[in-house]
């Protein structure tokens, strides 16, 4: 009998003091180094201990997911927690420019809604600070359409039904678009950490943007096409702290859309052809 009091006191114990918590929490990064990026935690809390990990530019062409190792304050309610390693991205930055985040944030209770909020330091690999700032996060279920309004109005509309697979230009490369609309809309942008890439851009050799500096905002260029064969010329005049410079495009035929992606060495070119 008394054995038998003895295995259920030690269950008991176990199931109290062994039990897993787990959070799926979805809201933003605020930082003044880059604009509002959507993040996502899911963490499995043990004892105190806590794993899972994070993702970053959630559903976008640089979407990355990164471990998260730490541990949690049960009294205090805090969570003291690190990206420690990549697991997978879709970005096409080099692996040295990525930002790991080491966070504290509290987990509260408002109208009946856990939030989870706190700030944050970011370091690169060889451990030099590449950014600071605030997070602020909410029950995944709760936040997602708060979430996707932010989407919706980073990121720029297109009246588009087809998309043309991406295409990569390096030094000297050159594409070839045959054209039907009378205009050109071009976007350009840096998609990854704004890390001081500027770039020429001529059309028919007219200057249309001098030594500009990409940023993560989309910059729309709107520009009337002649008949016959039209060049846009990119020149890398920076590459910026991480070479080579980097840039991305999305030029817009009526309801087409051509994503291109440039990788410039200092004072090279690539050459986009619209034949209209």
Known sequence: MK?????????LTQLIYGQTNNYKFIGTIISEN???????LELNEKDGLVNGYSITNINSKDQTKSKVQGIYLKK???FQINETQMISTSSESPINSFCY????????????????????????????????????????????????????KNIPKFDTNKTVLPKRLTDENNFEI???????????????????????????????????????KPKKIKYK??????????KATSVGTFPPNTARFELIDNKIKYPIIT????????EIIILK
């Open 34 to 40: 880059f604009p509002p990026i959507s993040f996502k």
């Open 101 to 152: 985040l080491n966070m504290t944030l509290e987990l509260k209770k408002k109208l009946n809604k856990k939030l989870l909020t706190g700030t944050f330091i970011g370091n690169f690999l060889d451990s030099s600070s590449c950014a600071k700032g605030k997070i602020i996060m909410m029950e995944e279920e709760v936040l997602n359409k708060k979430i996707q309004k932010i989407k919706e």
């Open 178 to 216: 045959k054209w039907e609309s009378k205009f050109l809309n071009l976007y350009v942008w840096d998609g990854s950490n704004e890390d001081g890439d500027e770039i020429n851009l001529l059309i028919n050799n007219e200057i249309i943007l001098s030594n500009y500096l990409t940023k993560n």
């Open 3 to 11: 054995f038998k009091i003895l295995f259920l006191f030690l269950l």
């Open 225 to 234: 096409l002649r008949k016959g064969k039209n060049i846009l010329k990119i």
């Open 263 to 270: 990788e410039l060495k200092l004072n090279k070119t690539a």
């Open 76 to 78: 205090s309610k805090i």
